[in-house]
């Protein structure tokens, strides 16, 4: 039988706030375990939550991005548990009404869009952190940082809308450039930032009644979450198959066996007994609040890539890697605007600039080379003042390095965009390396007859009508031209010098 | 109103001694059935969130001091150098 496999996510994205969503303790990651706590965060007695402005301002960002209906009154609510990395008992969260709703995200499928739907977006606080493993004593001993509690999260809840892992990668994937884009958070799985919930159910393909669900929870990497996905959905299937029933129940992905694995069974399932946080009024939001906000909004992933797409007349596939970031889509910009060779400027990001990024594991914005620069080594190869592998092999590589070194002069101290741009001027470059391209006529005739005097062999089969000895001799030019002659040029040269001594 | 006293104290973490145990049935009963009263009146949305009428107060985003980490950790019934230590959560594997 054919199965269906149903997906919805539960994401909760990390902001990048300054301070946390009810108190002014910093947000900071990586210092010293329980430094950044006080009285709010730590729930202490007495103490008052008070919102922090940045973070709504954040979720009105998201809310707009994603077409959701953002509540102009939204409520706080207590989720109580007990575990130990939360000081205060509950968490505040929003369950009643959040901060927005139904809104929808587009995902490409097969060269098409579909738009997966969003249930609702919360803004709600982080818990502290739990170190399980590591310490002496960690038999028994559980070690707590609260320095996370309380920082700001979004949990953007999806509809069940998912109908294949990959989808699914893709979802996060484009979610997680909008949250770029927007700045409001950095998107970084590995570090928990950006973690991902998965609900996963399997149908016969055909059927309109949903399947028994599973939670897959621990999905924290691209990876794991397609293999993750992957995995369950033919647990599922298999499952069925033996005319076994799914359990709904919590499943987590174990990265070393490579298996999703049963968490806890729903009979233990909490009883968080939600109720409306009494120590905050509604937040309110206001329509000029929204417009403002709106009005700030940077292009987003989607438009972007129509506009590339539009404009400059790029692949689609171009038009989503540049648009992967907003310093790679800035940085094409300014490259093609200023070498006037859009095509031109996506082929060198798309493959030298990014195999750069790759190798030195950098982000787009931390590319050394300024976009001028490149520009012009663009303008080079355009007006045939160099050939394209000489540019490449030879004269970016040497304008990267030379970008590296932070350029200052006597009267300019620091590093400034014009001594960098200057630094690695490639035309500088290629006359310092030689590599300027032989245009000259009378320079590309003599290496032309040096080789056909060096090679009397090939020349006289050749005039015997060996033609495919052509290749061999024009090899034998532009390795004596150490790669500065143009092949292009170099053929009709050298047919013009081969006609002549046939003529003799 | 009949109170599960059993599903209770697991969700509030407490052990609850013999005593206890017959004694705070009845006690809570009667609590939750006087404060039911409230249920009788005509409320709106707005009041079943809300009964106080307080202002919403925002706050900018900038990092005030927090509290010197050893006052926070002379909290904590047990420490250990940087960390608050509790006894081992149970995590599945
Ligand atoms: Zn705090």
Redesign the interface.
């Given at each position: 039988m054919k199965y269906e496999t149903i997906i919805g996510l539960e994401i909760h994205a990390q902001l990048l706030?300054?301070?946390k969503l009810f108190?002014?303790?910093?947000t900071e990651f990586g210092r010293?375990?329980?430094?950044?706590?006080?009285?709010v965060c730590?729930g202490l007695p007495g103490s008052l939550p008070?919102?922090?402005?940045?973070?709504?301002r954040m979720a009105i960002k998201l809310a707009l991005a994603l077409e959701a209906r953002i509540n102009f009154k939204s409520?706080f609510s207590r989720k109580?548990y007990?575990?130990?990395d939360l000081p205060k008992g509950y968490q505040i969260t929003q369950y009643?009404l959040p901060v927005a709703e139904n809104g929808r995200l587009l995902i490409d499928v097969n060269g098409s869009r579909k738009a997966i739907g969003i249930e609702r977006i919360n803004l709600e606080e982080d818990a502290g952190k739990?170190?399980?493993e590591g310490?002496p004593d960690?038999?028994?001993?559980?070690?707590?940082?609260?320095n996370r509690c309380g920082v700001p999260l979004l949990e953007i809840v999806g509809r069940p809308d998912l109908r294949s892992p990959e989808e699914a990668v893709e979802f996060v994937q484009n979610l997680r450039t909008i949250l770029q884009y927007l700045e409001i958070c950095d998107g970084n799985m590995e570090e928990g930032s950006l973690r991902c919930d998965a609900n996963l159910s399997v149908r016969p393909a055909g059927s309109t009644e949903f399947g028994t669900k599973t939670e897959v929870k621990n999905l924290n990497s691209f990876r794991f979450l397609a293999r993750a996905l992957e995995y369950e959905a033919s647990r599922q299937v298999e499952a069925l198959e033996r005319g076994e029933k799914i359990i709904q129940e919590t499943r987590?992905w174990?990265a070393s066996a490579n298996r999703t694995?049963?968490?806890?069974s729903k009979e233990e399932a909490h009883?968080y007994?939600y109720f409306?946080e009494?120590d905050l009024?509604?937040?309110?939001i206001s329509e000029d609040w929204v417009r403002e906000v709106s009005a700030g909004l940077p292009e987003l992933p989607q438009a972007k890539i129509d506009r590339f797409i539009r404009d400059y007349q790029l692949p689609v596939y171009d038009a989503r890697i540049l648009t992967g970031s907003r310093a790679l889509a800035d940085y094409f910009e300014k490259v093609a605007g200023l070498s006037g060779s859009p095509k031109q400027a996506s082929n060198w990001i798309m493959r030298e600039v990014l195999q750069y990024l790759k190798e030195k594991n950098l982000s787009p914005e931390n590319f050394p080379l300024p976009a001028e620069s490149l520009a012009e080594l663009i303008k080079m190869v355009e007006n045939q003042e160099i050939t394209i592998t000489m540019a490449k092999e030879k004269v970016f590589p040497e304008m990267v390095r030379r970008s590296l070194e932070e350029p200052k002069s006597a009267e300019v101290p620091v590093p400034t965009l014009e001594l960098k741009v200057a630094a690695c001027d490639p035309r500088v470059i290629t006359e310092e390396l030689g590599l300027k391209k032989i245009g000259d006529e009378q320079a590309l005739q003599n290496i032309i007859e040096e080789v056909l005097e060096k090679n009397p062999g090939p020349v006289k089969q050749y005039l015997e009508g060996k033609v495919q000895v052509l290749g061999f001799l024009l090899g034998q030019v532009m390795k004596a031209s150490k790669g500065q002659a143009d092949p292009q040029r170099v053929q009709p040269l050298l047919r013009q010098a081969l006609d002549k001594l046939a003529k003799k | 109103m009949k109170v599960d006293l059993e599903?209770l104290s697991r969700?509030a973490?407490l052990e609850l001694t013999e005593e206890e145990r017959k004694l705070l049935p009845g006690q809570m009963e009667k609590i939750i059935d006087w404060v039911g009263q409230l249920s009788s009146l005509a409320t709106g949305e707005e009041e079943?969130?809300?009964q106080?009428d307080?202002?919403?107060?925002?706050?900018?985003?900038?990092?005030?001091p927090?509290?010197p980490?050893d006052e926070?950790?002379a909290?904590a019934p047990e420490k250990?150098g940087?960390?608050?230590?509790?006894?081992?959560?149970f995590?599945?594997?």
């Open positions: 706030t300054r301070t108190c002014r303790c910093s010293t375990p329980n430094t950044l706590t006080c009285p730590l008070v919102i922090n402005r940045e973070a709504v409520i109580n007990f575990y130990p009643h739990s170190l399980h310490f960690s038999a028994e001993k559980t070690y707590l940082d609260f987590g174990d694995v049963p968490q806890r009883d007994r409306p009494p009024p509604p937040l309110i | 599903h969700l973490n079943k969130y809300h106080v307080f202002s919403l107060r925002l706050e900018e985003d900038e990092v005030q927090s509290l980490q926070v950790l909290m250990q940087d960390f608050v230590k509790v006894p081992r959560v995590r599945e594997k």
